[in-house]
């Protein structure tokens, strides 16, 4: 079975912190993805990248930034983490052609204080 | 722009009876995909059954299946002989040629024995 592992299930962090959020997928997929989650408004993609050092914005890229150094770890950071950035963050992973099923971490719930 | 709604925020069903969860989508591209995915509480979301529009054959994965609407842009998901298990937020999902996913807000499903 596919397995994508987020780092942390839950988070709190302070307004203006610098905050990483890391996902590792063990099937050697191309494909990664980071998403918020929020109630009434569904998932948001924020950024994709479709192989090692590259990657795409998504639908609401502002505020965040990604690394892809390895194939197996796609990386979110909040450069300066501000309050209406608390959400649900969930990555997934997906094989070579983007019409395959994404396969999803359990998700981070961060906190911004 | 493209879109997917969803317009049942809740919906509930008893155990052993049938439920169908909306999906309306706005596209003006003839080739795409659609999905449902499947997130219980507090556990990882998981494709539930996946359409390709060409396809005029409707999907169906056991108790799953779906009547898609290529005219009417309609993605419908009916769950029959529905379990405890069944309880979850479903999400529709929309894959165009543009590569990015876009889900809809979501439906709430409870199953009461």
């Known amino acids: 079975d596919v397995k994508v592992t987020q780092s942390s299930r839950y988070l709190v962090k302070r307004t203006g912190e610098k905050v990483f959020l890391e996902c590792v997928q063990d099937?050697?997929?191309?494909?990664m993805f980071w998403y918020r989650q929020d109630p009434g408004l569904g998932l948001r993609l924020i950024y994709f990248?479709?192989?090692?050092?590259?990657?795409e914005k998504g639908d609401i890229p502002e505020g965040y930034s990604v690394s892809r150094e390895k194939k197996e770890r796609f990386s979110l950071i909040l450069e300066s983490a501000s309050t209406n950035q608390t959400s649900m963050y969930l990555c997934?992973?997906?094989?070579?052609?983007?019409?395959?099923?994404?396969?999803f971490g359990d998700g981070t719930r961060l906190s911004i204080l | 722009a493209q879109t997917v709604t969803q317009s049942q925020p809740e919906m509930s069903v008893q155990e052993a009876e049938t439920v169908t969860l909306s999906c309306t989508y706005d596209?003006?591209?003839?080739?795409?995909?659609l999905f449902w995915y499947k997130q219980p509480p507090s556990r990882q979301m998981i494709l539930v059954i996946r359409?390709?529009?060409?396809?005029?054959q409707n999907a169906t994965e056991n108790r799953f299946s779906v009547n898609f609407q290529k005219a009417a842009k309609s993605f419908s998901l009916k769950i029959s002989d529905s379990q405890l298990g069944d309880a979850a937020m479903y999400f529709c999902?929309?894959?165009?040629?543009?590569?990015?996913?876009?889900f809809g807000t979501g439906t709430r499903l409870q199953v009461f024995p």
């Open positions: 997934a992973s997906s094989s070579g052609t983007l019409d395959q099923p994404q396969h």
């Open positions: 099937m050697d997929h191309e494909n």
């Open positions: 990248s479709y192989d090692v050092k590259m990657k």
């Open positions: 596209t003006s591209e003839s080739d795409y995909y």
């Open positions: 359409q390709e529009a060409y396809k005029q």
């Open positions: 999902a929309y894959l165009p040629n543009t590569d990015k996913l876009i």
